[in-house]
C-alpha cells in the first residue's frame, strides 16, 4: 500500500476506465488491443505461434477488419450529449456478464473481453470527436436531439442502428492511423511475429546498405543497433565522433578512440625495390626506393579503448566474451573493410584478481595467459588501472 505521500499504483487499464477524458483515442484502442492480443496468443500457443483469425476467440479480434463487430476487442459508439468534449473519449466501459462494471472492479480479470451467456462481447467505448449524430456529428443537431429524446423514454434502437456506423466509421479512422503511424506499425508487426517486416524499418536497412535477408542474416543479433543508428551507418564519410557515440550507447561503457595508430603492411612484390631492375621499378635513390618488404602505415588503424571496466564487464570484452564478438560485428559494419581495429578492454585497478593454478572456475573466469593474469600478492598495491591487454581480431574466425 502506498505512503501518504504518494499515490498508489493505478494499472492503466483503470486508469482508462476511470480517466477515459485523458487518454487519446488511438492509445485507447492499442492499449485495448494489446491486452485482446494477449488472449488471441494465449489461444494459440499450443500451435505455437499466432493463431489464424479463424481460430480466435470472439471479442479479441482487432478493429476494422473482416470480423464481425461483437468479435472485435472493442466496440464504439458516438456520444449523445451537446456539451463541449473534453476529451477524444467520453467513456470506456468494460462489460462483465453483460453487465457494466463499476468503478471499482478488478481490473485483473480484464484480459480484453468479457463473458455474456456463454459468449464473449466486447467493450464499449463512446467517442465524442466522430461520427454522424452527437457534437461533431455530420446530420442536422435535430437527429441527435430527437435520439436524446427517445433515450430518455428508453427508446435506443434508433440509436443503436446509428452506431453500426459509428462503429465501422471509427474503426477505419483506427486503421488508418495505425497505417500512418510508425511506432504503431512496428508494433502490429511485431505483436504478430512479423518483426521488422514494416515498410518503415524496410526504408531503413535500405538505407544502411542492408536491404535483403541475405545481409542482415550476418548482423548476429545486432539488428536493432543498427536499425537505432541507421542515420550514422548511412553519413559518409564515417567519423572517430560517430562511432564513438554508437558504442557508448550499444554497451553503455566509456570509449575513447585512438586514431592513427601505426603499423607495418607487407609490400608486394610488385612494389618492392630490386638491384638491376630497369627505370622506373621502384628504384630510384631519393625518389621511390624501398628496403624491405614492409611499409610503415598510419592512417589504416586505431584502437578502441573501453573503460575502466569491472572484472566482469572486462572478461565480455575478451575474445572468450560475446561482447567482443558483437563489437566487432558492428564496428566492422560501420568502417567497413579498409580499417584494422585494435580492442583494448581497461581493468579498474581494484578488480585486479590474484592468479591460481588450477583452479575450478569456470573456463570464462579462470585465468587466461596474457588475458587475465596478474603476477602478485595480496600485499601488491597497484597505482593505475590495468590497460595491458589488446585484441587485435580482424576475422571473427581466427579471433587472435
Not at 320 to 341: I, K, S
Not at 354 to 366: H, N, V
Amino acid at each position: 500500500m502506498a505512503a501518504p505521500s504518494r499515490r498508489a499504483k493505478t494499472s492503466v487499464i483503470v486508469r482508462l476506465r476511470e480517466d477515459a477524458q485523458e487518454f487519446e483515442f488511438t492509445q485507447a484502442v492499442r492499449i485495448l488491443q494489446r491486452i485482446g492480443g494477449m488472449a488471441e496468443r494465449s489461444s494459440s500457443s499450443d500451435a505455437g505461434g499466432f493463431a489464424s483469425d479463424a481460430a480466435l476467440p470472439t471479442a479479441t479480434k482487432p478493429v476494422g477488419k473482416d470480423a464481425f463487430p461483437n468479435r472485435e476487442v472493442v466496440r464504439f459508439r458516438s456520444s449523445l450529449s451537446f456539451t463541449f468534449p473534453a476529451g477524444e473519449i467520453a467513456q470506456v466501459s468494460l462489460r462483465d456478464n453483460g453487465v457494466h462494471e463499476t468503478r471499482e472492479a478488478s481490473a485483473s480479470a480484464f484480459d480484453g473481453r468479457t463473458r455474456h451467456n456463454g459468449g464473449l462481447i466486447p467493450n464499449d467505448m463512446t467517442i465524442s470527436f466522430l461520427g454522424i449524430t452527437g457534437p461533431s456529428g455530420a446530420l442536422p443537431l435535430h437527429y441527435t436531439t430527437e435520439l436524446m429524446s427517445r433515450a430518455r423514454e428508453r427508446d435506443t434502437a434508433t440509436q443503436e442502428f446509428f452506431d453500426l456506423f459509428h462503429h465501422r466509421l471509427a474503426s477505419l479512422f483506427y486503421r488508418a492511423a495505425e497505417k500512418n503511424c510508425t511506432p504503431l506499425r512496428i508494433e502490429h508487426e511485431m505483436l504478430r511475429g512479423r518483426e521488422h517486416n514494416d515498410v518503415f524499418t524496410k526504408c531503413l536497412w535500405g538505407i544502411v546498405g542492408l536491404g535483403t535477408n541475405g545481409l542482415r542474416n550476418r548482423l548476429g543479433g545486432n539488428e536493432q543497433s543498427v536499425l537505432y543508428f541507421s542515420g550514422h551507418f548511412a553519413r559518409s564519410p564515417k567519423s572517430a565522433a560517430a562511432l564513438k557515440g554508437l558504442l557508448v550507447e550499444r554497451f553503455g561503457v566509456q570509449v575513447s578512440i585512438e586514431q592513427f595508430r601505426g603499423q607495418w603492411l607487407p609490400l608486394p612484390a610488385d612494389g618492392q625495390s630490386f638491384l638491376g631492375e630497369a627505370p622506373g621499378s621502384s628504384n630510384g635513390i631519393g625518389v621511390d626506393l624501398i628496403c624491405g618488404e614492409w611499409v610503415w602505415d598510419v592512417q589504416s588503424r586505431f584502437r578502441i579503448r573501453l573503460g575502466p571496466l569491472r572484472l566482469k564487464r572486462f572478461i565480455d570484452f575478451t575474445p572468450a566474451g560475446q561482447m567482443l564478438r558483437d563489437l566487432w560485428t558492428l564496428v566492422r559494419l560501420y568502417v567497413g573493410t579498409e580499417f584494422d581495429f585494435e580492442v583494448q578492454p581497461i581493468l579498474y585497478r581494484e578488480d585486479v584478481p590474484l592468479t591460481q593454478l588450477g583452479s575450478d572456475r569456470s573456463s570464462t573466469d579462470g585465468a587466461r595467459l596474457g588475458w587475465t593474469t596478474w603476477l602478485r600478492s595480496h600485499k601488491d598495491v597497484i597505482s593505475r588501472h590495468f590497460d595491458g591487454a589488446v585484441f587485435e581480431i580482424n576475422d571473427m574466425n581466427n579471433q587472435m
